[in-house]
């Protein structure tokens, strides 16, 4: 029987097998490390000319990064290795020894790593996101399952749109057009009817030809749909449920979270209360002319932009002092050691030279935000830069919404809708709301955003026999995954994503 590296603190002092791959390899003339991965985790694990004998040091020699093998050896306590132990090595074998992998420890072009996404997702980081990832899914369903929903599977080939007919993937269904499932939420509230609070867990489409970190083809919406709730109801359901979630990743996920690097006390702030903002408060603060606990939407990205200016010049000195350290002379270890960081600080600049680029735009964007618009991704930025924890900004304006909204009594031009926004710049990563329950105001509706009637009789068929309040809301997975992991893009949060652009591999 082999054991696994993230077990290790249970064998401290004892002999065991692992299985697996070589993440990165070096040698000195008596010793080897290897940096050991079995899906499990990553660990030191050293083969010394003493313990093993002649023949196996060159055995261990020969391997390679991605070489597979096995090996025995007793774990040993070191606070200074990952996952705090390591491996004395007493014997090895070899499974394979892999030829030249195109992915090193250099710094790739994110073109060539998307390509090559069939082994990229090996590497550490990578690693620790898709275990993140596995964590949220399994949250999801612990929280809805504890919470009384039933899970239910929506089709995926569809007749209907829900979010719109801009986006849709036409497909062709024995002689007839079907699009590929937006969401499941109208299949969600005839299953809400029959079951009381459900949930649907699915990929879903979406055709959009946009480029951006914040949109795939192919992602993964959780539904949940619950009979009898408002839109109030809604959002404490909503608040409740991404606290869960992300407190149990920080639980349960610190490996992976050290791993990425992410700063923990940042998703810690979802134990404070999640602000809820009507939109034309929220437009007011986006503005700067409403303050949020004496903090100025506007003010505080002009003090991010001078922060900004002033880091930047520190790291460009910091670059200059250990270039001149490095032209003077020092150890071969000595200057790896400032080359790497000097790599480090240059991608740190790019990312202020950005922001520096960005600030002045989101600014005025901000400032010039026009009443009735949908937030763009830096009015979110800017929105939320002022907030610690997520934020639900509500009642929307009707015309920029999904027809299935219902309207706020007495205030045609609004919706109750309700958008979750992740803070730090992570955005929207839940839209939801109340559903209009009266046949006739969805008929309108219906007509109003040009969608075949006959294709949505079942659905008005709710409101006919039986109709009552009811919400739920959509959380976009990848979405999830990005903020909780603190990475830029969407394409690391799914295996295999599917984005406007990539289809391969
Ligand atoms: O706001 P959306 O479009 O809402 C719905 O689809 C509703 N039917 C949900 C409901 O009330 N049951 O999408 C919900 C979430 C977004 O907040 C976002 O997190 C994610 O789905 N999402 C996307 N994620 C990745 N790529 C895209 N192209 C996405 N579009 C939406």
């Known amino acids: 029987m082999h054991q696994y590296v993230r077990q290790f603190a249970q064998w401290e002092g004892k002999e065991v097998t692992v299985k697996g791959w070589v993440a990165n390899i070096r040698d000195s003339k008596t010793n080897i490390f290897i ?30 990064q ?32 892999a030829t030249e992998y195109p992915i090193t420890p250099k710094d790739h072009g994110v073109k060539f790593l998307s390509d090559n996404r069939h082994l990229w997702l090996r590497s550490q980081r990578q690693w620790a996101i898709m275990r993140i990832r596995n964590e949220i899914i399994m949250s999801i369903h612990t929280y809805f399952q504890d919470h009384g929903f039933i899970q239910m599977d929506s089709p995926i080939f569809t007749g209907n749109a829900v979010e719109g ?21 109208l ?14 867990f699915g990929p879903t489409f979406r055709a959009e030809k946009s480029d951006t970190p914040r949109h795939l083809s192919e992602f993964w919406m959780i539904e949940p749909e619950m009979a009898f709730y408002n839109n109030e109801m809604n959002m404490d359901l909503i608040e409740d ?28 702030n979802v134990k404070l ?20 606990d004496g903090k100025n939407a506007i003010k505080l990205q002009e003090t991010d932009l001078e922060k900004a200016k002033t880091d930047l010049e ?36 790019a990312d202020l030279e950005e922001q520096i680029r960005n600030i002045p735009k989101w600014i005025e964007s901000a400032k010039n935000f026009s009443d009735g618009n949908d937030f763009g991704n830096s009015d979110e930025t800017v929105l939320t830069r002022v907030f610690d924890a997520p934020v639900m900004v509500y009642n929307w304006p009707t015309k920029i919404k999904a027809f299935y909204m219902k309207e706020v009594e007495g205030d045609p031009h609004h919706v109750k809708g309700v958008d979750l926004l992740a803070p730090d710049g992570y955005g929207e990563i839940i839209g939801g709301s109340e559903r209009e329950t009266d046949l006739d105001i969805l008929m309108r509706k219906v007509e ?12 008005l068929d709710l409101r006919r026999f039986g109709s009552v309040p009811h919400a739920g809301f959509g959380l976009g997975l990848e979405r999830m995954v990005r903020w909780i992991s603190g990475i830029h893009h969407l394409r690391e949060t799914i295996p295999f994503p599917r984005r406007y652009g990539r289809l391969f591999p």
């Open 187 to 200: 299949y969600g509230e005839a299953m809400a009817m029959a079951q009381g609070k459900i949930y649907t």
């Open 241 to 268: 449920f991404i606290r869960y979630i992300v407190t149990r990743v920080i639980d349960s996920c610190k490996l992976e979270l050290q791993a990425l690097d992410r700063d923990v006390s940042k998703l810690e």
């Open 273 to 292: 209360a999640f602000a809820r903002v009507p939109y034309e408060e929220a437009i007011k603060i986006l503005r700067g002319d409403v303050e949020v």
């Open 448 to 459: 109003e955003h040009h969608l075949p009637m006959e294709s949505f009789e079942w659905y």
């Open 66 to 97: 991605e070489s597979s093998l096995r090996l025995s050896g007793t774990v040993v306590k070191d606070e200074k290795q990952i996952g705090g132990y390591e491996m004395h090595v007493s014997d090895l074998e070899v499974y394979q020894i």
């Open 165 to 185: 007919t801009t986006d849709l993937f036409e497909t062709d269904f024995f002689g007839q057009p079907a699009f590929l499932a937006q969401s499941g939420q």
């Open 314 to 349: 520190t790291k460009a000195a910091e670059i200059a002092d250990r270039e001149k350290s490095i032209a003077s002379g020092v150890s071969k270890g000595e200057r790896k050691y400032h080359e790497t960081k000097i790599l480090q600080l240059r991608k740190d600049i």
């Open 35 to 64: 940096v050991f991965r079995d899906g499990s985790g990553f660990a030191q694990c050293v083969v010394s000319l003493d313990t093993v004998g002649e023949t196996l040091f060159e055995l261990a020699k020969s391997l390679t």
